[in-house]
């Protein structure tokens, strides 16, 4: 019986991520949702004026014997801005901060490795400011979140931000890559 764990992470649109995220091996699902705040059951409005408190995330299925939660950590790191607050690009607020929502004590020990070394080794410029806390209730998107950028490639925001981010997925772990 395969074991299959779940991985929680905001680093953005949620667009984005699902697009990456999905394209990797060992990764069985990929869901759109909110995740941080207090209300329950947010809707998609609700969290875009940041007075909820949730993060926009993705919570990912994979299976551990194929894909290692490091490995989804440093898919995660690379593509987002892991030391900018509250933002992406011209994403602005809370619903759109670096987090890592972890479920086991394991994925928080490794994500505070990893950040640490990260910070450490002075990667980027300023340093990481990727909350680290734990999952508390997720709340899956609307559905016409799901699949957003196959569903709607052409879109501009798609073009210009989703794509590029799914590219650079592939181009940075074409080991990783489901074959099609």
């Known amino acids: 019986m395969m074991a299959v764990e779940k991985a929680t992470l905001a680093g953005g649109c949620f667009w984005c991520l699902e697009a990456a995220f999905e394209q990797l091996e060992g990764v069985l699902s990929v869901c759109p949702g909110y995740m941080g705040g207090p ?15 949730h993060a926009e995330v993705i919570q990912i299925e994979f299976d551990p ?7 989804l950590l440093s898919a995660f790191f690379a593509l987002h801005d892991p030391t900018t607050l509250n933002r992406q690009g011209n994403d602005v607020g809370t619903q759109y901060r670096s987090a890592i929502f972890w479920h086991t004590p394991a994925q928080r020990d490794a994500a505070q490795a990893m950040v640490q070394r990260f910070n450490a080794a002075g990667i980027w410029p300023d340093p990481v400011v990727t909350e680290i806390v734990a999952a508390s209730p997720f709340y899956a998107a609307e559905a016409y979140h799901h699949q957003y950028f196959r569903k709607n490639p052409y879109q501009g925001y798609c073009m210009a931000v989703v794509a590029p981010k799914a590219a650079k997925l592939r181009e940075l772990f074409p080991s990783r890559i489901k074959p099609d």
């Open 65 to 71: 014997a194929r894909i290692e939660f490091e490995t």
């Open 39 to 53: 209300l329950p059951n947010p809707t998609y409005e609700a969290v875009c004026t940041g007075g909820t408190g």
